[in-house]
């Protein structure tokens, strides 16, 4: 068996019969077992695995007896490995024969866990498969997947069987998802029998299959919208309610709990303001959960001995013979119910309205409850969207309500140990700060959180200092770095909520809040030494960047600290680095006014060498490459004086379209706009040769979504299209060298704009 493991398994029937009891040893107990199957398993070529899999999974006959079920369901669930660890590839190469395999052994009415294994596995193989693949076989997979789930749904009410069952409703949810709209002609023969089991999932035993199925519909109803589901909202709603009724009902770990909250959640949003009148019938009862106390004890260490683990409570040990207690049951629950205010909030805003005061005073105490981190997560991702909510009652009550919320979220900053929970706390200050405005903070809120931020940047480098010495100590070893590693990048996750914040004071406030900044300008100017790691280098240029954009003129002032570092930045190896130096210049050029000429005149030639370098559109380098082409086309449009303009140009519109950064390609297509606009001779080419490359360029826009409708710059691309539709000659010569995708999408783009 090793020798031929080892050598690959040949293509034989020998070989077959050989890797089925290589699977077989996969799943075997016993971890050498196991172990030798693996390394033997790994040494097997991907497209000989390929086929095996897929013969064990059809139940293949070769002159011997069928594999095992076990060996099938192993199958199954090392085709759904192969599908997460090789996407898409694995899909592109293998979409025809896996789908069908699948689909097969899932008809198959055998064996339960093999089917279940294999719907598990399509669930895998379709979370990463294209759209444009999945549609291919999408009727005959749909409704395969509808005559399952009638032969399903009959085995419950005869059997009670619901393995398969609860991965099949799984598997519909997940092609819903994928395919979206491409749904709704199938809508119909799924909605009654999906109904149909939620109705019937009344034992304690099939609350699961309730859940899941709950969430299907869920997710059904969303794929196809608003409109097709509004024949059955009130029906699945009445079913909801009924399920839930009450969160306090629910015992703590009913596995019907999360399933109820992302549906409830995917409700609010297909229904929009229409969700609104069911919001009274679950609020109060959300509010009583999230409200809930926790019960605590002190007790004596005897009398801790004494409980048994099925009480629901946990102890930590304070020495003296003495254990604090609290009662862990409820406050699963009481997360979920907050995560659930937080949702209506966020989604309703002015139907939320008249619960924000007493949700925003339940919320507030609660990012100090520290018996459970999801729970201050909650809290502290509620306050932006209170304040929204708020705002529609005016700026009286808006501002009563920051005031009390805007105190105890600078302290929590301060003063929450989890590193976690204090990302999403700074990231709602930083939210908060945005809603708000100008002015927010008083005098004595920016001295706390100036002294707080500080803090947390020397914490930053003190921690890296720390981690050094722990490399030089003896018992350094790759699992030390990795843990080291592992801190460096929460220490990293928190200088980027640092960013944050600096960036919605810099937005709001402009360089008024400038001289409050000083006190961490040495930080920030640290941040960026060559001598700095690469994300400490990322995030400092990303501030200067912020205080650019939002702080010029009176930006230039600061110029002898982040000159050099954007300009030699444009060669670091890191790409971030890269992206982060190359959006500076070119707000620079942007905002920055005529301080800035020699800089951008400076800047130039670097990142023409970044955007001709022979790697620079790989996945990897493609962001950082799209930033240069974008300074390039801002420095030209808002600096001209300091780069020869009709030398760059035709460069500049060679490296267009860009396909990966939304935001400055609508910025290089508004420039492009108006260069074609003033008919500027270096753009239209003479007679007009470069019309076709630029009517690729907006189909190209158009494809991957980069221009969006309610932008003004798609009506301006839309009319560059009708204008160049004057002349038939030159709109064929424009069209012939399309391909079929971009017509439609310039066509679309006229329809609309």
């Given at each position: 068996m090793a020798a031929a493991g080892s050598a690959g398994v040949p293509a034989t029937v020998s070989g077959k019969q050989e890797f089925?009891?290589?699977?077989?040893?996969?799943?075997?107990?016993?971890?050498?077992v196991r172990r030798q199957a693996e390394e033997i398993y790994e040494n097997i070529p991907g497209l000989c695995k390929t086929t095996f899999l897929l013969d064990a999974v059809r139940n293949r006959r070769a002159g011997y007896e069928d594999p095992h079920p076990r060996v099938r369901a192993a199958a199954c669930t090392t085709l759904g490995q192969m599908a997460t660890d090789f996407s898409p590839n694995f899909q592109k190469k293998f979409h025809e024969t896996v789908i069908a395999a699948l689909l097969r052994t899932m008809e198959n009415q055998g064996n339960q866990r093999v089917q279940s294994h294999a719907a598990s596995a399509l669930i895998i193989f379709i979370e990463d498969c294209p759209k444009t693949l999945l549609v291919l076989y999408l009727d005959s997979m749909v409704r395969n997947l509808h005559s399952i789930l009638v032969i399903k749904l009959q085995e419950l009410i005869r059997n009670g069987t619901k393995l398969a069952?609860?991965?099949?409703?799984?598997?519909?949810?997940?092609?819903?998802?994928?395919?979206?709209?491409?749904?709704?002609?199938?809508?119909?023969?799924?909605?009654?029998?999906?109904?149909?089991?939620?109705?019937?999932?009344?034992?304690?035993?099939?609350?699961?299959?309730?859940?899941?199925?709950?969430e299907c519909i869920s997710h059904v109803g969303l794929a196809v919208g608003k409109e097709k589901f509004m024949q059955d909202a009130s029906n699945v709603m009445q079913l909801l309610l009924k399920t839930q009724s009450d969160l306090n009902n629910m015992e703590d770990d009913d596995p019907q709990t999360s399933y109820m909250v992302s549906a409830w959640a995917r409700m609010c949003k297909i229904l929009g303001s229409d969700f609104q009148q069911y919001l009274p019938l679950v609020i109060e009862p959300l509010i009583k959960t999230a409200s809930a106390k926790p019960d605590v004890a002190l007790l004596d260490t005897q009398d801790v001995e004494n409980m048994s683990d099925d009480d629901g409570w946990q102890f930590v040990n304070l020495g003296d013979q003495q254990s604090f207690g609290i009662k862990t049951s409820g406050l699963e629950a009481k997360a979920t119910a907050c995560q659930m205010l937080v949702y209506y909030a966020k989604e309703l805003r002015e139907g939320f309205v008249e619960y924000t005061e007493q949700v925003v005073k339940l919320m507030v105490p609660l990012l100090k409850f520290y018996f459970h981190d999801n729970v201050r997560v909650a809290a502290a991702e509620s306050m932006p969207f209170l304040l929204e909510c708020a705002r529609t009652r005016g700026p009286e009550y808006l501002a009563q309500m920051w005031?009390?919320?805007?105190?105890p979220l600078i302290k929590a900053i301060g003063t929450e140990p989890d590193t976690d929970v204090l990302s999403e706390i700074m990231n709602s200050f930083a939210k908060s700060i945005e809603v708000m405005g100008d002015g927010c903070l008083l005098d004595e809120h920016l001295e706390e959180l100036g002294e707080i931020l500080k803090a947390k940047l020397e914490g930053h480098f003190k921690n890296q200092e720390l981690r050094q010495v722990k490399r030089r100590e003896e018992n350094y070893d790759q699992q030390v770095e990795m843990s080291l590693q592992d801190e460096d990048e929460c220490d990293v996750y928190i200088l980027t909520k640092v960013?944050?914040?600096?960036?919605?004071?810099?937005?709001?406030?402009?360089e008024k809040i400038l001289p409050w900044f000083e006190q961490l300008l040495p930080l920030i100017v640290n941040l960026i030494c060559s001598s700095r790691p690469w994300p400490d280098r990322q995030w400092g240029l990303c501030i200067f960047d912020d205080i650019i954009e939002h702080c010029s003129p009176t930006s230039y002032k600061y110029v002898e600290y982040f000159r050099w570092p954007m300009l030699l930045n444009m060669r670091d190896n890191n790409p971030e680095v890269r992206q982060a130096a190359a959006y500076g210049l070119g707000v620079m050029a942007q905002f920055g006014g005529d301080d800035y000429r020699s800089l951008c005149s400076e800047a130039v030639p670097l990142l023409v060498k970044v955007i001709k370098c022979a790697n620079s559109k790989t996945k990897k380098n493609v962001i950082a490459t799209?930033?240069?082409?974008?300074?390039?086309?801002?420095?030209?449009?808002?600096?001209?004086?300091?780069?020869?303009?009709d030398e760059v140009l035709p460069h500049?519109?060679?490296?267009?379209?860009?396909?990966?950064?939304?935001?400055?390609?609508?910025?290089?297509?508004?420039?492009?706009?108006?260069?074609?606009?003033?008919n500027h001779p270096v753009v239209l080419g003479a007679n007009n040769s470069n019309l076709p490359k630029?009517?690729?360029?907006?189909?190209?826009?158009?494809?991957?979504?980069?221009?969006?409708?309610?932008?003004?710059?798609?009506?301006?691309?839309?009319?560059?299209?009708?204008?160049?539709?004057?002349?038939?000659?030159?709109w064929l010569e424009c069209i012939s060298q399309l391909d079929e995708e971009q017509q439609e999408a310039l066509q679309e783009l006229l329809n609309f704009a």
């Amino acid at each position: 068996m090793a020798a031929a493991g080892s050598a690959g398994v040949p293509a034989t029937v020998s070989g077959k019969q050989e890797f089925y009891q290589l699977l077989k040893n996969l799943i075997n107990p016993s971890c050498m077992v196991r172990r030798q199957a693996e390394e033997i398993y790994e040494n097997i070529p991907g497209l000989c695995k390929t086929t095996f899999l897929l013969d064990a999974v059809r139940n293949r006959r070769a002159g011997y007896e069928d594999p095992h079920p076990r060996v099938r369901a192993a199958a199954c669930t090392t085709l759904g490995q192969m599908a997460t660890d090789f996407s898409p590839n694995f899909q592109k190469k293998f979409h025809e024969t896996v789908i069908a395999a699948l689909l097969r052994t899932m008809e198959n009415q055998g064996n339960q866990r093999v089917q279940s294994h294999a719907a598990s596995a399509l669930i895998i193989f379709i979370e990463d498969c294209p759209k444009t693949l999945l549609v291919l076989y999408l009727d005959s997979m749909v409704r395969n997947l509808h005559s399952i789930l009638v032969i399903k749904l009959q085995e419950l009410i005869r059997n009670g069987t619901k393995l398969a069952l609860e991965q099949l409703v799984t598997t519909i949810a997940s092609v819903a998802d994928t395919i979206e709209e491409k749904f709704v002609p199938y809508y119909d023969i799924f909605m009654p029998s999906l109904k149909h089991i939620v109705e019937l999932a009344v034992q304690k035993e099939l609350k699961l299959l309730k859940g899941k199925t709950i969430e299907c519909i869920s997710h059904v109803g969303l794929a196809v919208g608003k409109e097709k589901f509004m024949q059955d909202a009130s029906n699945v709603m009445q079913l909801l309610l009924k399920t839930q009724s009450d969160l306090n009902n629910m015992e703590d770990d009913d596995p019907q709990t999360s399933y109820m909250v992302s549906a409830w959640a995917r409700m609010c949003k297909i229904l929009g303001s229409d969700f609104q009148q069911y919001l009274p019938l679950v609020i109060e009862p959300l509010i009583k959960t999230a409200s809930a106390k926790p019960d605590v004890a002190l007790l004596d260490t005897q009398d801790v001995e004494n409980m048994s683990d099925d009480d629901g409570w946990q102890f930590v040990n304070l020495g003296d013979q003495q254990s604090f207690g609290i009662k862990t049951s409820g406050l699963e629950a009481k997360a979920t119910a907050c995560q659930m205010l937080v949702y209506y909030a966020k989604e309703l805003r002015e139907g939320f309205v008249e619960y924000t005061e007493q949700v925003v005073k339940l919320m507030v105490p609660l990012l100090k409850f520290y018996f459970h981190d999801n729970v201050r997560v909650a809290a502290a991702e509620s306050m932006p969207f209170l304040l929204e909510c708020a705002r529609t009652r005016g700026p009286e009550y808006l501002a009563q309500m920051w005031q009390f919320i805007c105190d105890p979220l600078i302290k929590a900053i301060g003063t929450e140990p989890d590193t976690d929970v204090l990302s999403e706390i700074m990231n709602s200050f930083a939210k908060s700060i945005e809603v708000m405005g100008d002015g927010c903070l008083l005098d004595e809120h920016l001295e706390e959180l100036g002294e707080i931020l500080k803090a947390k940047l020397e914490g930053h480098f003190k921690n890296q200092e720390l981690r050094q010495v722990k490399r030089r100590e003896e018992n350094y070893d790759q699992q030390v770095e990795m843990s080291l590693q592992d801190e460096d990048e929460c220490d990293v996750y928190i200088l980027t909520k640092v960013s944050d914040i600096l960036h919605s004071l810099f937005s709001t406030y402009k360089e008024k809040i400038l001289p409050w900044f000083e006190q961490l300008l040495p930080l920030i100017v640290n941040l960026i030494c060559s001598s700095r790691p690469w994300p400490d280098r990322q995030w400092g240029l990303c501030i200067f960047d912020d205080i650019i954009e939002h702080c010029s003129p009176t930006s230039y002032k600061y110029v002898e600290y982040f000159r050099w570092p954007m300009l030699l930045n444009m060669r670091d190896n890191n790409p971030e680095v890269r992206q982060a130096a190359a959006y500076g210049l070119g707000v620079m050029a942007q905002f920055g006014g005529d301080d800035y000429r020699s800089l951008c005149s400076e800047a130039v030639p670097l990142l023409v060498k970044v955007i001709k370098c022979a790697n620079s559109k790989t996945k990897k380098n493609v962001i950082a490459t799209e930033n240069c082409i974008s300074a390039v086309g801002k420095i030209l449009r808002f600096k001209p004086n300091c780069v020869n303009v009709d030398e760059v140009l035709p460069h500049w519109l060679s490296w267009l379209p860009l396909h990966e950064d939304k935001e400055e390609a609508i910025q290089t297509l508004s420039f492009l706009c108006d260069l074609i606009e003033s008919n500027h001779p270096v753009v239209l080419g003479a007679n007009n040769s470069n019309l076709p490359k630029i009517i690729s360029i907006i189909a190209e826009g158009k494809i991957n979504e980069t221009i969006n409708y309610e932008d003004p710059c798609a009506k301006r691309l839309a009319n560059v299209v009708r204008q160049v539709q004057t002349s038939e000659e030159l709109w064929l010569e424009c069209i012939s060298q399309l391909d079929e995708e971009q017509q439609e999408a310039l066509q679309e783009l006229l329809n609309f704009a």
